[in-house]
Structure formats: structure tokens, C-alpha cells
T-cell receptor, first 114, second 107 residues
Framework: NAGVTQTPKFRILKIGQSMTLQCTQD?????MYWYRQDPGMGLKLIYY???????DKGEVPNGYNVSRSTTEDFPLRLELAAPSQTSVYFC?????????????FGEGSRLTVL | AQRVTQPEKLLSVFKGAPVELKCNYS??????LFWYVQYSRQRLQLLLR??SRESIKGFTADLNKGETSFHLKKPFAQEEDSAMYYC?????????FGQGTELSVKP
């Protein structure tokens, strides 16, 4: 199993451009998450999904959109990129919550907005 | 509001010294708490979860509901323990992370 796969690994965007970060998992997990990691700020939850067709906002959703049309895929869309969105983005998935809820992470996507 | 606080950004110790990484939480229900670790150039991964009361790589963490804490401890730090550590709270499907503590173990 590949686990959680994110693409691209690196990207430089100009202010105002748009892009999609791709995330796919092959573990048949119901729950999927997008986090951003900023130095000294830890991991902030952007959006999450508890199953295909269901998404919900996390702590910092502004400037982002997601969709979950299949169990495997959970793309993150950035519209009108801003310098404040420069960060490392992590996608993660898990099969359940609570005691069963080990989160499996992707390798991360480093995005720079200039 | 439910949140997780890790008060130390950086913790530096010498090899063989005891380590305690602090984590405090605020949550109105019964918390499900975890510690995740990110070694250099590796993915974030689960270190341990409070419900299993396990010891992984010599680390333990006890949930103290009175003090709303879930501190991570190890009696004798090793150089390979150097990493970024995150405390996390499962809030009905949302996994909320603290700010992280960078542990540096010096030889």
C-alpha cells in the first residue's frame, strides 16, 4: 500500500493564482484531513471529511475549498493565492475516531506564494 | 473552546537526562488524546494514545483529568529522540493539534 500520497511536493505560486493540492489514500479510510504547518504555530486544521460527499470546516478554512467525491481522494483548492498561504500542507486519513483513530499522514506539500 | 496547548517551543536536554514534554487541553467531554512525532525528513506518525496506556520507545503519557494534562515523559533521553512532538485531541472526529515542541537531545 502507498498510504497517503500528496502532489505536488513543492510549488511556487504568484499572488492571485489558483491551484489544487491533490491527496489520495488507498487504505479505504473514511476520515480525511487537510492541515497546514507553520513554524511555531503547529498544525492547524483547514478542512476535514468524514466520508464521500461530506466535508466540514476546520480551524482555518478561509481561502480554501475542498471536495470529496470518492473515498480515496480529497483535493484542496486554493483560490486567489496570498502570501499568508505560504506553508507546508499535510493531508491525512484514518479509519475511525477515538481509540481507533490513528492518523496516517502524507509527506507534505511545500507551497510558496510570492 | 476546545484547544491543546504545548507551552514549550523548544526543549533541550542532554543524553541520559529525563524528559517531560508538557501538554494541556481544554475539553468539556471525555478526551481522547494522542502524541504524534515527526522525525527529521519523515512523516508525522503516531507515538502513543492515552487509551492504550502503552509505552512506545520508552515514552509514556498519563492523562490527568484534574489538571487537564497529558504530559509525555521518558526517564532517559536518547539522541534519536530528537524530533518535533505534537499533542493532539480528538474532538468528535476533528483532530486538533497543539503548537508542537521541538526536542533536542545533545550528546
Amino acid at each position: 500500500n502507498a498510504g497517503v500520497t500528496q502532489t505536488p511536493k513543492f510549488r511556487i505560486l504568484k499572488i492571485g493564482q489558483s491551484m489544487t493540492l491533490q491527496c489520495t489514500q488507498d487504505m479505504n479510510h473514511n476520515y480525511m484531513y487537510w492541515y497546514r504547518q507553520d513554524p511555531g504555530m503547529g498544525l492547524k486544521l483547514i478542512y476535514y471529511s468524514v466520508g464521500a460527499g461530506i466535508t466540514d470546516k476546520g480551524e482555518v478554512p478561509n481561502g480554501y475549498n475542498v471536495s470529496r467525491s470518492t473515498t480515496e481522494d480529497f483535493p484542496l483548492r486554493l483560490e486567489l493565492a496570498a502570501p499568508s498561504q505560504t506553508s507546508v500542507y499535510f493531508c491525512a486519513s484514518r479509519t475511525g475516531t477515538g481509540r481507533t483513530g490513528e492518523l496516517f499522514f502524507g509527506e507534505g506539500s511545500r507551497l510558496t506564494v510570492l | 473552546a476546545q484547544r491543546v496547548t504545548q507551552p514549550e517551543k523548544l526543549l533541550s536536554v542532554f543524553k541520559g537526562a529525563p524528559v517531560e514534554l508538557k501538554c494541556n487541553y481544554s475539553y468539556s467531554g471525555s478526551p481522547e488524546l494522542f502524541w504524534y512525532v515527526q522525525y527529521s525528513r519523515q512523516r508525522l506518525q503516531l507515538l502513543l494514545r492515552h487509551i492504550s496506556r502503552e509505552s512506545i520507545k520508552g515514552f509514556t503519557a498519563d492523562l490527568n483529568k484534574g489538571e487537564t494534562s497529558f504530559h509525555l515523559k521518558k526517564p532517559f533521553a536518547q539522541e534519536e529522540d530528537s524530533a518535533m512532538y505534537y499533542c493532539a485531541l480528538d474532538r468528535r472526529g476533528k483532530l486538533i493539534f497543539g503548537q508542537g515542541t521541538e526536542l533536542s537531545v545533545k550528546p
